[in-house]
T-cell receptor, first 115, second 112 residues
Framework: RKEVEQDPGPFNVPEGATVAFNCTYS??????FFWYRQDCRKEPKLLMS?????NEDGRFTAQLNRASQYISLLIRDSKLSDSATYLC????????????????WGLGTSLAVNP | NAGVTQTPKFQVLKTGQSMTLQCAQD?????MYWYRQDPGMGLRLIYY???????DKGEVPNGYNVSRLNKREFSLRLESAAPSQTSVYFC???????????FGSGTRLTVV
């Protein structure tokens, strides 16, 4: 099993739609969780951290389910500019030296928002 | 604008040539990282520097060396380039070890 798994998509949705992505992770010791967005041929950019209680930033909502080891990202009222690849990222966990400094990156979910 | 600056943006090397990728950040971040991104493989950590004066290997360090020149600068060197090192390289920095990375715009390297 991959450490971080995401449905690669692509998800094709019309403008204004609500779309949700899930991401599962294998290491129950992971402590921190993030969503990054990456536009085609550009660098990843932090979209939001994911907190245990769930968190919202405008049209974006992130949720964490530790028991089932997955995180989710919900995008409401999709815009054309939301078209990108969304990367799920978790910390590697573990107690070894340096382990808590490493992020494990998913391969990303591709979203295309259509007019 | 403040951020992470990488040079060069594009590079073509012949097998066996060497080169250094430069990275500088002006956000006073302690930690810096070098990643490579390949289709189907995602982002893989090559080397990182948790703080000035320290460097550690990541997942795929073979064929690379790094130097944390000062708090701002973290360079990646390919001593003898191989076609398997054709990739997009990203430098990143963060204020603390694994939180809120800021990435540079990347270097697209082709080794022929």
């Amino acid at each position: 099993r991959k450490e971080v798994e995401q449905d690669p998509g692509p998800f094709n949705v019309p403008e204004g739609a609500t779309v949700a992505f899930n991401c599962t992770y294998s290491n129950s010791a992971s402590q921190s969780f993030f969503w990054y967005r990456q536009d085609c041929r550009k660098e990843p950019k932090l979209l939001m951290s994911v907190y245990s209680s769930g968190n919202e930033d405008g049209r974006f909502t992130a949720q964490l389910n530790r028991a089932s080891q997955y995180i989710s990202l919900l995008i409401r009222d999709s815009k054309l500019s939301d078209s990108a690849t969304y990367l799920c990222v978790v910390t590697s966990g573990g107690s070894g030296a340096g382990n808590n400094r490493k992020l494990i990156w998913g391969l990303g979910t591709s979203l295309a928002v259509n007019p | 604008n403040a951020g992470v600056t990488q040079t060069p943006k594009f590079q073509v090397l012949k097998t066996g040539q060497s080169m250094t990728l430069q990275c500088a950040q002006d956000m006073n971040h302690n930690s810096m990282y070098w990643y490579r991104q390949d289709p189907g493989m995602g982002l893989r950590l090559i080397y990182y520097s948790a703080s000035e004066g320290t460097t550690d290997k990541g997942e795929v360090p073979n064929g690379y060396n790094v130097s944390r020149l000062n708090k701002r600068e973290f360079s990646l060197r390919l001593e003898s380039a191989a076609p398997s090192q054709t990739s997009v390289y990203f430098c990143a920095s963060s204020s603390r070890a694994y939180y809120g990375y800021t990435f540079g715009s990347g270097t697209r390297l082709t080794v022929v």
